[in-house]
């Protein structure tokens, strides 16, 4: 989730589970121009979003409610992955990186 | 919801089970936690609808408490995983959806972190530096202020406070004391033998609106 939601990663996705969560379109409007291309999201942001009911949900499924259990986020510029356990994406560096 | 119902529910949250001293674990009261979280909410308008971060989230009682004021979402950060496995539960009984958990250490972050102002708020209660760890409250208000672009809460000694006054300064941010608090940290750490020492604690707000198009504090201390 929170690669995503920074939009600097693409997921190895295993385990995924899908919860509802309420429809926030003020909310979403405004994570739009924060989240970077991802996996999942619309390729292009269209013009006009705020008002377009049906992207914005789009955007809430993909951002809430999909949450990745077990996987790993990777960074697409180092290629560095950092594995998803029980949900909570571990970010902790290894020594050698410190 | 009124400021007595808030601290019936977080009075509910689970605590740390073999709390580390060395992380400075302890939680923050329910009284406590309901306080901030209140004041920020009526007074600053700083939670509802907004995308919260908790610093050092332990069990998470300031994350619960602002998805219960209505947060958009809140993202808890920790460095322990036994922490964040409670934390989760408590996620899991409290039904907080839009509550999300990330293992990371504060004094390592990567150089590309991508949080740079992407959260409005950023709640915390930081380690205070007092076990091997001196400086570690600065670098949580530090990192907080990268991160968040309306403000930041914070709890810091107040015995520190002129010193935290000439960083705001040195970063270029506006602080100010809402409330000197005690904290009874003996009673915290259960197994401690030492009779009660109270620690008089600030209750800060930092508002980083004035760094959200400039660069915000540098990594220097
Ligand atoms: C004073 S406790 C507060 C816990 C919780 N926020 C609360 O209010 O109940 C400080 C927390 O910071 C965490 N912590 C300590 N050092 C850390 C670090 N370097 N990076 C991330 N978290 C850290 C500890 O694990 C602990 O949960």
Redo the contacts between chains.
């Keep these: 989730?929170?690669?995503k939601?920074?939009?600097?990663g693409e997921e190895e996705v295993s385990n995924v589970v899908v919860?509802?969560?309420d429809f926030?379109p003020?909310?979403i409007s405004r994570?739009i121009p924060?989240v970077g291309r991802s996996e999942g999201l619309p390729a292009e942001v269209i013009p006009d979003y705020e008002n377009d009911e049906e992207f914005l949900k789009k955007v809430h499924h993909v951002l809430?409610e999909v949450q990745v259990e077990e996987g790993s986020l990777v960074?697409p510029?180092t290629g560095r992955k950092f594995p998803i356990k029980?949900?909570?994406?571990?970010?902790?560096?290894n020594e050698d990186?410190? | 919801m009124r400021l007595k119902e808030l601290e019936g529910y977080l009075q509910q949250v689970d605590g740390f089970e073999n709390p580390k001293v060395d992380l400075e674990q302890y939680p923050t009261t329910p009284h406590i936690a309901a306080h901030m979280l209140y004041t920020m909410d009526t007074s600053f308008g700083d939670i509802e609808?907004k995308?919260v971060g908790d610093l050092g989230c332990g069990c998470g009682v300031l994350s619960i408490g602002s998805c219960i004021l209505g947060s958009?979402?809140t993202?808890g950060f920790d460095?322990d995983?036994d922490a964040?496995?409670i934390a989760?539960r408590n996620c899991v009984e409290f039904e907080s959806?839009?509550f999300?958990?990330?293992?990371?250490?504060v004094q390592?972050?990567?150089p590309?972190h991508?949080?740079k102002k992407?959260f409005d708020t950023i709640v915390m209660n930081p380690p205070f530096g007092t076990k091997n760890n001196k400086g570690i409250d600065l670098e949580f208000l530090q990192l907080a202020i990268a991160m968040a672009n309306t403000s930041v809460y914070s709890l810091h000694k107040t015995a520190t406070r002129e010193h935290i006054k000439k960083k705001a300064i040195e970063w270029g941010v506006k602080l100010d004391v809402l409330a000197e608090l005690r904290f009874d940290l003996a009673a915290s750490y259960k197994f401690h033998k030492r009779k009660t020492v109270d620690i008089a604690v600030d209750f800060i707000r930092i508002d980083c609106s004035a760094t959200s198009s400039a660069h915000g504090p540098s990594n220097s201390h």
Excluded: T
């Design positions: 989730m929170d690669l939601l920074v939009g600097s919860n509802e969560v926030n003020e909310f994570m924060k809430l960074c510029e029980n949900g909570i994406p571990n970010m902790l560096l990186e410190v | 609808g995308l958009a979402m993202i460095i995983s964040l496995e989760s959806d839009n999300e958990l990330v293992q990371c250490d390592h972050i990567l590309c991508k949080w992407k």
